[in-house]
T-cell receptor
Framework: GDSVTQMEGPVTLSEEAFLTINCTYT??????PFWYVQYPGEGLQLLLK?????DKGSNKGFEATYRKETTSFHLEKGSVQVSDSAVYFC???????????????FGKGTLLTVNP | EAGVTQFPSHSVIEKGQTVTLRCDPI?????LYWYRRVMGKEIKFLLH????????ESGMPNNRFLAERTGGTYSTLKVQPAELEDSGVYFC?????????????FGPGTRLTVT
């Protein structure tokens, strides 16, 4: 079946450090990748997404490029802040594996802690 | 605009009891989803409604789980009887429009603990 593999944490960085969280997937069809974020005490919210190959999604200084040839959607940020501390989830929809094409398949999540 | 709301935020019940979780999607969103995260594992899809119809319930674990969406508005997820392995956080999400690339808006989740 479809699956998403993301870098397992926890990840601890100092403020202004560079962040990469790797995400790769196996899926049928033409999936759409997403990054969701869950801040402490809150629900999941969309961070960024891509809709076609080589698209770069970006938001709040985070970026991710959808690479179909490597089935990847790695998340990056050049300079993290304390307020970026959260759990980050890589997800896919539109995998065409049957049933609802809209359902999201998630990775396990990566806990990021940024220290001042 | 109000977001997706879920009730209760936390429920503790004994094995064998019944629990009903409620989700109110964003007004006007035809698509409603249920997901579950069991401790230490991925968030897993349970089912998808389009208005009041079940589009896909392939993720429902077994027949102890029953989901409904009356009149295409709010949805309930009933677990009867609850088992220990049902413990986890149950998320509801909603989305509008056609296509798999549309954003799903998530509620804060209901933490279910079965003892």
């Amino acid at each position: 079946g479809d699956s998403v593999t993301q870098m397992e944490g926890p990840v601890t960085l100092s403020e202004e450090a560079f962040l990469t969280i790797n995400c790769t997937y196996t899926a049928t069809g033409y999936p759409s990748p997403f990054w969701y974020v869950q801040y402490p005490g809150e629900g999941l919210q969309l961070l960024l997404k891509a809709t076609k190959a080589d698209d770069k999604g970006s938001n709040k200084g985070f970026e991710a490029t959808y690479r179909k040839e490597t089935t990847s959607f790695h998340l990056e940020k050049g300079s993290v802040q304390v307020s970026d501390s959260a759990v980050y989830f890589c997800a896919l929809s539109g995998t065409g594996s049957g049933g609802s094409n809209y359902k999201l398949t998630f990775g396990k999540g990566t806990l990021l802690t940024v220290n001042p | 605009e109000a977001g997706v709301t879920q009730f209760p935020s936390h429920s503790v019940i004994e094995k064998g009891q019944t629990v009903t979780l409620r989700c109110d999607p964003i007004s006007g969103h035809d698509n409603l989803y249920w997901y579950r995260r069991v401790m230490g594992k991925e968030i897993k899809f349970l089912l998808h409604f389009v208005k009041e119809s079940k589009q896909d319930e392939s993720g429902m674990p077994n027949n102890r789980f029953l989901a409904e969406r009356t009149g295409g508005t709010y949805s309930t997820l009933k677990v009867q009887p609850a088992e220990l392995e049902d413990s986890g956080v149950y998320f509801c999400a909603s989305s509008q429009g056609q296509g798999a690339s549309h954003e799903q808006y998530f509620g804060p989740g209901t933490r279910l603990t079965v003892t």
